[in-house]
Structures are given as structure tokens and as C-alpha cells.
């Protein structure tokens, strides 16, 4: 019996910290439809545990030199061969892959420690907080090819700004990590060496916050995002602060607070820690 080779990773660890790896170092973790599937799987899987609380943290991540390389090279010799119907439905799932990662209930971070090339950026962008190495490069490839960054473009423009985005969009410029930072698209730049030590660093950050307001407050920001300033909108912010500062979690962080002390939630963290060293 032929053993189905996996392209992708899930752990999750005791403190619900989940770690998504891309695993296809051979080809730098380019992707095609099956790791876009497994990815999809996988994410099904988080957005259920982050919603019922046993995820708090998905770093997404990978295996090798490079972050991704975008699509793969027999995956695009493939697409060659489909006619219209057959690119939508493979778009449709690069497109579930994107908004899958973009509305997980928890905080996320990306973790690009080589080449984000293509659809790589898009992955990046997805995620709530991006930390890079010094040898992170970017790059929106796609107009080379006489393709567009078309499914990952309302993601990359919302990090890069519409200004920027179509700048490189359109030069398919190679953005190395400082101009990352600077544009935008990434959070952190750290030393080769310590992107690891850097991204623990941000776990036990987000830890520290309370997994019931982080839920609320990813959701709340992607509601303000689409409508900015309407009646509707300002009511919603007034009923979230409203119904957190009433919750079990609230009064829990509001009472630790006064009294001085840590909030149950990061004590957990904290034994959980100290049990696995």
C-alpha cells in the first residue's frame, strides 16, 4: 500500500499554541493543489478549536531555506491544460486558503525566514503579525509570467497600502526585509539566527491577553475595517466593550488588575511553561 506523503504539518502544543508548517523544503515549500487542500483541511480543523478555545496562538511557518516559493512549476505546467472552468475552481480554493487564514478567530503570526515569493506574499499578509529574518525577501512575481496577484490582492493591498501596492504589483520588484518593514507587509525584522527566539517572544506576548477579547477584537477590527464610521458601527464597538466588560473573562481581567496580580488565563500559560521545562 502506497503511503500518501504529507506537504504540511499541524501540532498543537499544550498551551494551544498551533503551529502550521509548510513541509516541502525540495522545492521550497512551493505549493500546488494538494498542499492548497491540506491547507484548507488543516485550517477547517483551527478555526473550530480557536473558536471553542483550545487554540490561542497558529504561527504559520516552514521547513528549509525559503518561506514559499509560490506556486509550483508542475502545478502552473498543469494549468496550462485547463480551460476556463478548471483555473476558477483551482482559484476558488487558493481563494478559500486566503480568507480561511485570514478570519481564524485567534491571533496569528507568520513566521519568513527566506523567499516569499507569489502567492507567498499573500500567506503573509493573511496573518496578524509577521516577524521576518534579515535574509526575508517579498516579491508579487506574478506579472512576469503574464499572470496578476489577482486572488491575494485584498490581502497584499491592505497591508501595502493601494499606492504601494500597485508599485509592486505591476514592477514585480524583489522587497527585501527592511523595505518589508517599512512598507508594511512585515512586523519585525530579527537576525537569521533568531527568528525562533523572536517568535516565542510574540507567543508569550499574545498569550499574555485574554483569548476571549482577542477573539472579540479580531472580529470587531475586520468589521470596522469594512465599515469605518456609520451608526451601525459605532453601536457594534459600544455592545463588544459592553458585553466583554459583563463576561466571566472581563471581570476576571478587570478584578486581577486592581488586585495586583496576574489574570487566570496567563497563570495557565505560565504553569503550562513551566511543566515542559
Known amino acids: 500500500m502506497t503511503e500518501t506523503k504529507s506537504f504540511s504539518q499541524l501540532s498543537i502544543d499544550e498551551r494551544g499554541v498551533a503551529r502550521l508548517t509548510l513541509n516541502r523544503p525540495e522545492v521550497h515549500n512551493a505549493f500546488d493543489d494538494s498542499l492548497i487542500a491540506e491547507l484548507n483541511e488543516h485550517l477547517a480543523k483551527l478555526h473550530d478549536a480557536a473558536?471553542?478555545?483550545?487554540?490561542?496562538?497558529?504561527?504559520?511557518?516552514?521547513?528549509?531555506?525559503?518561506?514559499?516559493?509560490?506556486?509550483?512549476?508542475?502545478?502552473?505546467?498543469?494549468?496550462?491544460?485547463?480551460?476556463?472552468?478548471?483555473?476558477?475552481?483551482?482559484?476558488?480554493?487558493?481563494?478559500?486558503?486566503?480568507?480561511?487564514?485570514?478570519?481564524?478567530?485567534?491571533?496569528?503570526?507568520?513566521?519568513?525566514?527566506?523567499?516569499?515569493?507569489?502567492?507567498a506574499v499573500g500567506l503573509a499578509a493573511c496573518c496578524d503579525i509577521v516577524i521576518a529574518s534579515e535574509k526575508a525577501k517579498f516579491c508579487l512575481s506574478e506579472v512576469?509570467?503574464?499572470?496578476?496577484?489577482?486572488?491575494?490582492?485584498?490581502?497584499?493591498?491592505?497591508?501595502?497600502?493601494?499606492r504601494q501596492m500597485r508599485r509592486y504589483a505591476l514592477t514585480a520588484e524583489v522587497i527585501d526585509a527592511d523595505q518589508a518593514l517599512e512598507l508594511g507587509l512585515a512586523h519585525q525584522i530579527v537576525g537569521h539566527?533568531?527568528?525562533?527566539?523572536?517568535?516565542?517572544?510574540?507567543?508569550?506576548?499574545l498569550l499574555a491577553g485574554s483569548p476571549q477579547a482577542q477573539r472579540a477584537t479580531k472580529s470587531l477590527l475586520a468589521e470596522v475595517a469594512r465599515d469605518t464610521d456609520s451608526k451601525a458601527t459605532r453601536e457594534h464597538t459600544c455592545r463588544v466593550i459592553s458585553e466583554l466588560r459583563v463576561s466571566a473573562e472581563g471581570q476576571e481581567g478587570l478584578t486581577s488588575f486592581f488586585e495586583k496580580r496576574?489574570?487566570?488565563?496567563?497563570?495557565?500559560?505560565?504553569?503550562?511553561?513551566?511543566?515542559?521545562?
Open 51 to 119: 473558536r471553542h478555545g483550545e487554540v490561542r496562538v497558529v504561527v504559520l511557518g516552514s521547513e528549509g531555506k525559503s518561506f514559499s516559493a509560490g506556486a509550483d512549476l508542475n502545478w502552473m505546467k498543469r494549468m496550462v491544460e485547463y480551460d476556463f472552468e478548471g483555473n476558477l475552481a483551482d482559484s476558488r480554493k487558493l481563494s478559500q486558503l486566503m480568507h480561511g487564514l485570514d478570519t481564524l478567530p485567534c491571533p496569528t503570526v507568520c513566521r519568513v525566514q527566506g523567499a516569499a515569493f507569489g502567492g
Open 144 to 162: 512576469k509570467i503574464g499572470l496578476s496577484p489577482a486572488v491575494i490582492s485584498p490581502y497584499v493591498q491592505r497591508a501595502l497600502g493601494s
Open 193 to 205: 539566527n533568531h527568528i525562533d527566539e523572536a517568535v516565542e517572544e510574540m507567543i508569550a506576548t
Open 262 to 277: 496576574r489574570p487566570a488565563w496567563a497563570d495557565d500559560n505560565t504553569n503550562s511553561s513551566e511543566r515542559r521545562s
